[in-house]
């Protein structure tokens, strides 16, 4: 079910009438958001709302028992009951054929029961750690399985052709179940915080499970730290007319970001991509741009119609983009671009990995590790983990150049500093037009060629018709964002003067309407 | 200073003036206003004696409609000339020749290659935007019969399957045609009502915005009233309008109808109602000429022709023209046979290679008596 759909737009007006019924019951009201956000995932794939109930069921007993205290047999029925009762409704529309989902379901259910059992032996000490080791265990097999199985069978079987072996194996027909890298990291992060006794574990399994399933960002984020949405679900959400103008603004700029630039520009990119080595060097740029713009816009369109709908609920989200495209420096780039992600990623690998705590090499290899993992985290492909590194090697670069702190030195003469920081994002942007095309190539062969053809620099003058549409849909953007800037902050529509707003408002709201594509278009980051 | 009722008016008819320029700087829509009326037969016609313009940013082209209701610059009598091949035409917009002069219009075409070729011979197109073969049908018995023809030449276009299941007028009963309903008028009273507003046809000829919202709201309950009348198979009906690219490859080297929505044709309702045009057509001493449509898929230079929406052999008696050799041909050399930019319909050369092929296979087959 895709935001910018006819479809939602029913669902989230029943649902939102539902909300409004209960908000004098924040217990119902709870139970309303998680049938909701089952509804909404299973709209997609049923089946696999087993797999969020089953890292829901294994977080909510793995964070009562990284905090140290002992799992009672009461949690221990919550649990099992949450996971064999959902995983029972969710599967009974395709009993037939998951005959061995409901087996791995029993399976997990009678873990449960062998981990309760074996956590009374252990201290509280032993036991924190056991599990964090059970949620790490189960979580990241489940990523393993629907996500890496394949790409690693097929990697380790081309590796051993390469050395003269033959390798028989099965490689499994596994979809990949939309989302399950963004619920599985915030399921993690909970258990973690618990862990590191920075957050309490819930006593609530209905709290817990709409935390986890929350719809506005259940599919591709912003990844919710527990500290943060959690809590949202114990008090009343306060729903005013202020949120609900707010939250709604923020839709409509994310749909017009997806409707109208996304979707709108992503043939100029699809084309180029399919085959580089047709077109000239003027393309090739034309197309590669396309793409800079169509991630930027798909992704931070999902996030901001995420943070609307939860707005008008009277939630809260964190920020997931921040003009990243006027970054300077890598590191800067990562602190605007899909914040969630990279700050999970410091939080929960690059700090625990040492962070920069040690040797100059050890935060180095720290840095490109975390890099590697964060680009094979968008998806099971040599592409992804190639551009995980190039980030990784132009971090380093930059840290060995100490481009940050010589930045800094110039914030005190106004003139130096304006125009080095232009300088600066403008060779940034160079690297990440660079990486987007490491991203967005399929396969080696496609990198390879469509970089040999871009810096032939043959024909650069080709694509000013291409260039002259990119531009008639991303020049409104680039105009706001001017404004975004000058003013140090993304949500600035309600402080514009209000003629501004109504043409602004006129201008998204009939670009939404009359200049999307005919067929809606599924948001990049489903696939991650 | 104003009350809220006054504000609210006043930001509505700031938002209209905002949308229509936003219209025609941001996307420029073709002007394609639609002239009809309902008829006393229970379909629509063209308006008798009005004048209205096309303009996209390709063309403005001119009608004016007789006060038969006829794309034509003069009145045609009932009585047919002595000597005379009198041609009937039935289609929609393709066969009205929309987005070309009445001069460049396949009817008005064929009509003077025979002529010049030293065939006397006369057009009457009867042709509405929008028909279907239940219409044509309906229009030869109450409109086209009364004109004595010699030859009646009905077009066969991709639109023709859907158009049939949409009008409702027949239904296939153990095996037959049969009549369901007594009238097809869709949007007509509501727009007979706003034809008398002030300033309607202003807006209908020149408003941007008016044209695409007027488009949509015909888009959407086009596909409404498909669905509800095709009872649960309209899903492929409509698959034709999300043809994806691998689809359209496929059908382009195979020169086939896309697989997507092969299997929902061909439909016994076109093959019976296109033998029962025939057999009225016999009954008036006429003789029948089904005429292709060649379609061209989302302005990929793949064409296809109409015919294979249709089981040929339902059809066996009935004699059957196609231009689509000679707009692949053209086509595969990069010549462009419709209009990119309005609503893509034949340009002047696809009307022109129409009308020769017509015009050549009607004086083969010796089809207009001297």
Redesign the interface.
């Known amino acids: 079910m895709l935001f910018q759909t006819p479809t939602f737009f029913m669902f989230f007006l029943v649902f939102i009438l539902c909300y409004l019924a209960t908000r004098k019951h924040l217990s119902i009201q709870n139970a309303v958001v998680l049938v909701a956000s089952y509804i909404f995932y299973g709209a997609w794939d049923e089946r696999f709302l087993t797999l969020i109930i089953a890292s829901t069921a294994t977080d909510y007993l793995a964070g009562i028992g990284a905090s140290g205290t002992k799992i009672s047999r009461h949690d221990l029925i919550k649990s099992t009951v949450f996971l064999i009762g959902g995983s029972l409704i969710s599967l009974s529309f395709t009993l037939k054929d998951s005959a061995h989902f409901l087996l791995a379901v029993v399976a997990l259910a009678a873990l449960y029961w062998i981990v309760g059992w074996y956590q009374l032996r252990l201290d509280e000490q032993k036991r924190r750690k056991f599990f964090i080791l059970f949620s790490l265990v189960l979580n990241l097999g489940i990523l393993a399985v629907f996500k890496y199985f394949n790409f690693f069978a097929e990697s380790l079987q081309d590796l051993a052709q390469g050395m003269g072996f033959e390798l028989n194996y099965v490689t499994l027909n596994i979809v990949l179940p939309v989302g399950i890298s963004f619920y599985t990291f915030q399921t993690i992060s909970y258990s973690v915080d618990i862990y590191r006794g920075q957050l309490k574990p819930t006593t609530s399994m209905m709290r817990f499970a709409a935390f986890v399933s929350f719809f506005p960002q259940l599919v591709a984020g912003p990844i919710e730290r527990a500290a943060q949405l959690l809590p949202q679900f114990y008090t009343a959400r306060v729903m005013t007319f202020e949120k609900f103008k707010s939250g709604s603004a923020l839709f409509a700029w994310g749909m017009f970001k997806k409707v109208f630039i996304a979707d709108n520009i992503a043939p100029i990119a699809d084309r180029v991509f399919a085959d580089p080595s047709a077109f000239s060097s003027g393309e090739l740029t034309i197309g590669l741009l396309a793409f800079t713009f169509q991630i930027y816009c798909d992704f931070s369109g999902y996030s901001d119609m995420a943070r609307g709908l939860a707005r008008i609920l009277g939630f809260e989200l964190m920020l997931n983009f921040n003009l990243p495209y006027v970054s300077r420096t890598p590191s800067e780039f990562w602190q605007r671009w899909h914040i969630s992600l990279s700050s999970w990623l410091r939080d929960y690998l690059y700090i625990p990995l040492g962070g920069n705590r040690g040797s100059v090499v050890g935060t180095y290899r720290n840095l490109t590790l975390t890099m590697l993992l964060g680009g094979l985290w968008h998806g099971a492909s040599w592409t992804f983990v190639l551009w995980g590194l190039f980030h990784g090697i132009i971090l380093v670069i930059y840290r060995i150049l100490n481009v940050d702190a010589i930045l800094y030195g110039f914030k005190n003469r106004p003139g130096s500093h304006y125009t080095f920081s232009i300088l600066a994002a403008c060779i940034m942007f160079i690297f990440t037009l660079y990486g987007w095309l490491i991203f967005r190539a399929n396969t080696m062969d496609v990198l390879v060629s469509y970089t040999m053809g871009l810096f032939s620099f043959h024909n650069m003058g080709d694509a000013l018709n291409q260039l002259g549409q990119l531009f008639y849909y991303i020049g409104p953007l680039l105009l706001f964002q001017c404004l975004q800037l000058a003013k140090g902050k993304t949500e600035i529509f309600w402080e514009l003067p209000k003629v501004l707003q109504i043409n602004i408002a006129l201008f998204v709201l009939y670009c939404i309407v009359f200049l999307q594509p005919k067929t809606a278009a599924a948001f990049i980051y489903f696939d991650f | 200073m104003f009350s809220k009722g006054i504000k609210a008016a006043l ?1 509505i008819v ?2 209209l003036v ?2 229509e320029f ?2 025609r700087i ?2 420029p829509q073709p002007m394609m206003p639609r002239y009809v009326q309902g008829s006393s037969d229970g379909i629509r016609m063209n308006i008798p004696n009005s004048t209205y313009w096309q303009h996209t940013p390709e063309v403005d082209v001119e009608f004016r409609i007789n006060s038969q209701g006829i794309r034509s610059n003069r009145e045609i009598p009932l009585a047919k000339p002595e000597g005379v091949c009198r041609i009937v035409t039935m289609g929609d917009s393709f066969m009205m020749g929309y987005e070309v002069s009445l001069e460049n219009s396949f009817a008005y075409l064929v009509e003077h290659n025979l002529q010049a070729a030293g065939i006397p011979a006369e057009t009457v197109n009867l042709a509405v935007s929008g028909f279907g073969t239940a219409e044509h049908l309906i229009t030869l018995q109450s409109r086209g019969a009364p004109f004595n023809p010699d030859l009646v030449i009905m077009e066969w276009h991709s639109t023709d399957p859907k158009d049939n299941k949409r009008s409702n007028l027949f239904k296939v009963s153990d095996g037959k045609l049969a009549r369901k309903n007594q009238t097809y008028l869709p949007a007509i009273k509501v727009r007979e009502r706003l034809m008398k507003i002030p300033g309607y046809e202003w807006l209908i000829g020149n408003s941007h915005l008016y044209s ?1 919202i007027r488009e ?1 709201a015909a888009v959407f309950s086009k596909k409404l009233l498909l669905s509800l009348r095709s009872k649960g198979d309209s899903k492929n009906l409509e698959a034709e ?2 043809l994806s690219e691998d689809t359209m490859e496929v059908a382009q080297n195979d020169n086939k109808l896309p697989p997507d929505f092969a299997n929902e044709y061909p439909d016994p309702l076109d093959e019976l109602l296109i033998n029962e045009v025939d057999s009225v057509t016999r009954s008036i001493g006429a003789k029948l000429v089904l005429m292709d449509v060649p379609m061209d898929w989302k302005k990929k230079a793949a064409i296809y022709s109409a015919f294979e929406y249709l089981d040929l052999d339902a059809i066996a008696n009935v004699d059957r023209v196609s231009p689509y050799l000679q707009f692949k041909e053209y086509s595969d050399k990069g010549q462009r046979m419709y209009y990119d930019l309005g609503q893509g319909h034949w340009n002047i050369k696809g009307n022109q290679v129409a009308a020769k092929v017509m015009t050549q296979a009607i004086i083969e087959n010796g089809w207009c008596k001297k």
Do not use: K, N
């Open positions: 930001f700031y938002a905002f949308g936003f219209m941001m996307d695409v949509s309008e999300d």
